[in-house]
């Protein structure tokens, strides 16, 4: 099993799907309607973007987003108008990471996390498959 896709949920599909290309993403479905969905610059997974009249509430999901360099990616970012809510800054989980919102306010998080995305020192054993 993969992961495709993240749909987030938004109320202007045009001030999000200009937030998105500013991130760096790729645009691949859009057009008049209510969906967009994006490639990113690295990997096959997608990111969609669905407009609805309120989106209230958060829901505490956080789309992850890695970076071969952070420092430099938050940068670029910011002098493009991207403002981030934290970070860059080392973790205890042994990331790096800058978090940010997008204009629905869906929470953001830039990483680089190298080989402790997969592979922490804390890592479970893996089971032994079955048969």
């Known amino acids: 099993m ?3 896709q993240v749909t987030l949920p ?3 599909l045009a001030r999000s799907v200009d937030f998105y290309r500013r991130l760096g993403l790729i645009q691949i479905v ?3 309607g209510t969906y967009a969905r994006f490639e990113l610059p690295d990997g096959d997974a997608t990111l969609s973007l669905h407009e609805l009249d309120d989106v ?3 829901s505490g999901t956080v789309v992850y987003f890695e ?3 952070l420092d430099r990616t938050v940068e670029r970012l ?3 108008g991207i403002e981030f809510t934290s970070g860059p800054q080392d973790m205890r989980w042994l990331w790096r990471e800058a978090r940010l919102v997008d204009p629905d306010g869906n929470e953001l998080c830039l990483f ?3 080989d402790n995305r997969r592979n922490p020192p804390w890592r479970m054993p893996q089971a032994s ?3």
Do not use: E, L, Q
């Open 67 to 69: 970076c071969d360099d």
């Open 56 to 58: 209230t509430g958060r």
């Open 78 to 80: 910011r002098r493009s």
């Open 112 to 114: 680089r996390a190298g």
């Open 30 to 32: 859009g057009g008049p």
């Open 2 to 4: 993969r992961m495709n």
């Open 129 to 131: 498959p079955t048969a």
């Open 10 to 12: 938004v109320t202007d």
